[in-house]
């Protein structure tokens, strides 16, 4: 099992930045590569970016390119999500996962956060 706890969620004018954390506890965490997710109201869950295991490849979906940053500390278990330049569509709760693939498909992530909360304000 591998447990994930996000944070770093919040309320920003747009135009503003934000960094989610996400800490991984239990089995090894670089054993898996790691997504965020985010899921607006009335559509569905979308990946935003993906890190493979050592952080050597990095997916960004084109609606983030540019202005998001994924990256993972192996020895802290923890990966990060800096959103800069954030704009009110940017509003979801994200979530990161674990997959033991470098997958884009959510169905391949064994493992979910709870979810935090990002709104950005116009």
């Known amino acids: 099992q591998v447990q994930l706890v996000e944070s770093g969620g919040g309320l920003v004018q747009a135009g503003g930045s934000l960094r989610l954390s996400c800490a991984a506890s239990?089995?090894?965490?670089?054993?898996?590569?790691m997504g965020w997710f985010r899921q607006a109201p009335g559509k569905e869950r979308e990946l935003a970016a993906k890190?493979?295991?050592?952080?050597?490849?990095?997916y960004y979906a084109d609606a983030v390119k540019g202005r998001f940053t994924i990256s993972r500390d192996n020895a802290k278990n923890t990966v990060y999500l800096q959103m800069n330049s954030l704009k009110p569509e940017d509003t979801a709760v994200y979530y990161c996962?674990?997959?033991?693939?470098?997958?884009?498909?959510?169905?391949?992530?064994?493992?979910w956060g709870q979810g935090t909360q990002v709104t950005v304000s116009s």
């Open positions: 996962a674990a997959s033991p693939t470098y997958s884009s498909n959510s169905e391949r992530y064994d493992y």
């Open positions: 890190i493979n295991r050592s952080g050597g490849s990095i």
């Open positions: 239990g089995r090894t965490f670089s054993n898996y590569a």
